[in-house]
Nanobody, 118 residues
Framework: QVQLVESGGGLVQPGGSLRLSCAAS????????MGWYRQAPGKQRELVAG???????NYADSVKGRFTISRDAGKNTVYLQMNSLKPEDTAVYYC????????????WGQGTQVIVSS
């Protein structure tokens, strides 16, 4: 069974920083892509940042220049360094992973809350 466990969320003041981590329980395979989504109250879930097994990254326009996504050597742990946080970054952040073998499989973490407020 594949599990994704997020950590690192919390309350931070505007302009502050947080580092989110997502650890995958899978050991036999490396995920093809991993990323972070977020969902604010009353809004749809949106992609924040993604990273492929080859290291290519993509970011939502709203976080470019402030957030950085990275993976460890085993490529089954993903991080999101969030700097210069704004109140509009407040959301539940979800880890996402895609595994492509014979078929595509998608996995989601339970989410970690990020609140940016004075």
């Amino acid at each position: 069974q594949v599990q994704l466990v997020e950590s690192g969320g919390g309350l931070v003041q505007p302009g502050g920083s947080l580092r989110l981590s997502c650890a995958a329980s899978v050991s036999r395979f490396s995920f093809n892509e991993m990323g972070w989504y977020r969902q604010a109250p009353g809004k749809q879930r949106e992609l924040v940042a993604g990273i492929s097994s080859g290291g290519s990254t993509n970011y939502a326009d709203s976080v470019k220049g402030r957030f950085t996504i990275s993976r460890d050597a085993g490529k089954n742990t993903v991080y999101l360094q969030m700097n210069s946080l704004k109140p509009e970054d407040t959301a539940v952040y979800y880890c996402n992973a895609i595994l492509r073998l014979i078929r595509r499989s998608d996995y989601w973490g339970q989410g970690t809350q990020v609140i940016v407020s004075s």
